[in-house]
């Protein structure tokens, strides 16, 4: 978890430093992988925990922010699909958070607190089939777009696009899926 976290930090302080973009990229993919393999090793072994879903998640959403960064920086993606993509995660966090935060601002006894943290944490926070999906094709994609930039693949980038594409068309399922949930 938190080696993961560091090793963003180095990527991003290597950007600005100027050092080679391929390293940069390299540490990314890294830091992708371990996120890739973190939690289904954590949900096979029994060891899931409250911090380290919410550390999975902040890291989750670390990576992205900053690989979209990059993809606007070398202007690999159109703005619009940035702010949609971007717009549909927003509304798909506020639906997760909301009832949550209704419920724990109401003003709970500590360990009415604990039990509501634990259960949200390690039901809410975990990822549909759905979610999944859509986290999927957005790495894809981004993984694309980022790699055409040091890599000679023909059509990187329109693949990388496809795939953003596809992460919007699995956001809006998702968001669905979760808004029906919360009724």
Do not use: C, M
């Amino acid at each position: 978890g938190w080696f993961s976290v560091l090793l963003l930090l180095i990527a991003i302080y290597f950007y600005f430093t100027s050092r080679p973009l391929e390293i940069q990229l390299l540490i990314l993919l890294i830091v992708g992988l371990i996120d890739g393999l973190d939690g289904p090793l954590a949900r096979n072994n029994n060891n899931v925990t409250v911090h380290g879903t919410w550390l999975d998640h902040l890291r989750d959403g670390a990576l992205v922010a900053w690989a979209t960064y990059l993809i606007y920086k070398f202007n690999l993606l159109n703005l619009q699909l940035i702010i949609i993509l971007w717009s549909l995660q927003l509304i798909l966090i506020w639906i997760t958070l909301k009832d949550f935060l209704i419920q724990y601002l109401r003003g709970l006894s500590d360990e009415e607190g604990k039990v509501l943290i634990t259960k949200f944490s390690l039901d809410n926070l975990q990822a549909s089939v759905t979610g999944r999906l859509q986290f999927f094709s957005w790495a894809t994609g981004y993984g694309f777009l980022l790699g055409s930039l040091v890599l000679s693949i023909p059509y990187a980038a329109l693949i990388g696009q496809s795939f953003v594409i596809l992460a919007i068309i699995f956001s809006a399922l998702n968001i669905s899926e979760s808004y029906q949930k919360s009724i």
